[in-house]
């Protein structure tokens, strides 16, 4: 299994040479998970040369990573010129998945046309507006959403390809129209769409299960084994444990010890359903989508910051001892995430033992 983990992180470029702008990162990858976008703008600078946390923000202000709701029913980065027909792709997947919220939330078909209506006036000829700004003006039209009534409006403008991320006004984020801030592209069919996804999955991600690229994709498994039959003479199989990996036979190349700080929702830990083979010890398959520690690619503990004064503090708690080696690999990424996010900052590493249960 370490093979499987060392050509992964290869792939997914936490190992080997960095790419050099957040765009690349985020072309290679396809689609990055991005619902807390602190974590998400790490999770794509860790991978590049210049890890700059202001790197990310510019691409993304500037509309070259667009974030919306792809895939499944949550937002992520995806460059602008794949938004389109990646929508066209899993929105009817992720509609389904949400019709129930809809449904409690009182959210009708004719409730988000005439939604969308008013948010389409408010954001057109270049306006960009945060969520406070789009409910204020429903309300001004007689739309009073409460709740995650606002949020599954909204996700549904990003699914109906009416509304993508815009500038963004100090901490907080905009939206924008999509036809105005992405450039039309040609359509694609739908297994055009089918193959081109599942080709640059394998390429990123493999060695991965046909299960994995279902889960990561939303689409169902047949959706997914229809695929890989599409571009299987580009891919190359490999049982493991009983188990048939599937990737684009790139070779891992010559090892070398490496730690991460990998972000909540990293790819590494949610490209792919089944997630515990990376941990190292015992631990529950959805704490690998929190902030953890890897060391080879093995999940060995979480870890969390403080930051406060110009002083950042990375608290690890780690499941097993580690070495004098691995300990300064950790402080070089703990350094790295410091420079991530500003400049300026001092940085601790404070080590804690797991406590476990007897």
Known sequence: MLSILTQRLRNQRLLGPRLTTPAAVVDHLCAVQAQDPTGARWAVAQRTTDP??????????????????????TWHYVMAGDVRWMLALTAPRIRNAAAAYYRQAGLTPTVFAT?????ARALEGGRHLTRRDISAALARHGHVLEGQAIGHVMM??????LVCSGTSQGTQATYALLDERVQPSPPMSRDEALAALALRY??????ALTADFAWWSGLTVGDAKAAIAMIAPQLEKH????????????????????????PNFDEYTVAYR??????SSQR????????????EGRLVGIWSRGLAGGHLTIETTLDRRVTDAERRLIGREARRYAAHLSPDLDVRVM???RTRRS
């Not at 394998?202 to 060695?207: D, L, N, V």
């Not at 089944?274 to 941990?279: A, C, E, S, T």
């Not at 529950?284 to 060391?295: C, D, F, K, T, W």
Request: proline share 4%; hydrophobic share 45%; charged share 25%.
């Open 52 to 73: 700059s946390d202001a790197a990310v923000r510019a691409a993304l202000d500037a509309g070259t990573i667009v974030r919306t709701h792809v895939l499944r029913p």
């Open 115 to 119: 939604c969308h209506a008013v948010i």
């Open 156 to 161: 549904q403008a990003e699914l109906d390809a």
């Open 202 to 207: 394998f390429r990123s991600r493999g060695p």
């Open 239 to 262: 049982r493991v444990d009983g188990l048939e990996y599937w990737h684009t036979g790139e070779t891992a190349g010559r090892t070398q010890v490496i730690a991460h700080l990998l």
């Open 274 to 279: 089944d997630r515990r083979r990376l941990w």
């Open 284 to 295: 529950p398959s959805m704490e690998a989508l929190g902030n953890v520690v890897a060391i």
């Open 351 to 353: 080590e804690h033992a």
